[in-house]
């Protein structure tokens, strides 16, 4: 069942072979999958962009990478969706997943932290000030 849905999404993959008959491309199309196998196509494209080295699947960006694919994919399937409350818990619990592996990336390499949110359109949280009170 693995093999099948490996050559499944193989086949859906951006950079299959491009040897393959102009009708078998058409059925294999990303517009023909369901949101489910193109968010995970979507997700591994990202990751490649992402990746470190090639063998690296894991990496903190890649991670975070995929994980803001999956998020958006939820926000889109939410906002259609208003009472699915169980993909709402999937999507807040991807977004604190996300929040924390940034912060793990932000403490051990900040330059790497700034590259991958300018690369992924997150914006840049806000600098705490300190508060001033009316005692002075």
């Given at each position: 069942?693995?093999?099948?849905?490996?050559?499944?999404?193989?086949?859906?993959?951006?950079?299959?072979?491009?040897?393959?008959?102009?009708?078998?491309?058409?059925?294999?199309t990303l517009a023909?999958?369901?949101?489910?196998?193109r968010t995970i196509?979507?997700?591994?494209?990202?990751?490649?962009?992402?990746?470190?080295?090639?063998?690296?699947?894991?990496?903190?960006?890649?991670?975070?990478?995929?994980?803001?694919?999956?998020?958006?994919?939820?926000?889109?399937?939410?906002?259609?969706?208003?009472?699915?409350?169980?993909?709402?818990?999937?999507?807040?619990?991807?977004?604190?997943?996300?929040?924390?592996?940034?912060?793990?990336?932000?403490?051990?390499?900040?330059?790497?932290?700034?590259?991958?949110?300018?690369?992924?359109?997150?914006?840049?949280?806000?600098?705490?000030?300190?508060?001033?009170?009316?005692?002075?």
């Amino acid at each position: 069942v693995a093999e099948l849905e490996q050559r499944k999404y193989k086949l859906l993959d951006p950079s299959f072979p491009d040897d393959l008959s102009d009708p078998v491309q058409r059925v294999l199309t990303l517009a023909n999958a369901t949101s489910k196998e193109r968010t995970i196509a979507q997700a591994k494209t990202v990751g490649r962009a992402f990746r470190m080295h090639e063998t690296d699947v894991g990496s903190t960006r890649v991670q975070v990478a995929r994980l803001s694919v999956e998020i958006q994919a939820l926000k889109v399937h939410i906002t259609k969706h208003k009472k699915d409350k169980h993909s709402a818990r999937s999507y807040s619990l991807k977004i604190s997943h996300r929040k924390r592996l940034l912060a793990y990336l932000k403490r051990k390499d900040p330059n790497d932290y700034l590259a991958t949110m300018s690369a992924l359109g997150l914006p840049l949280p806000r600098t705490k000030s300190k508060r001033r009170t009316a005692r002075s």
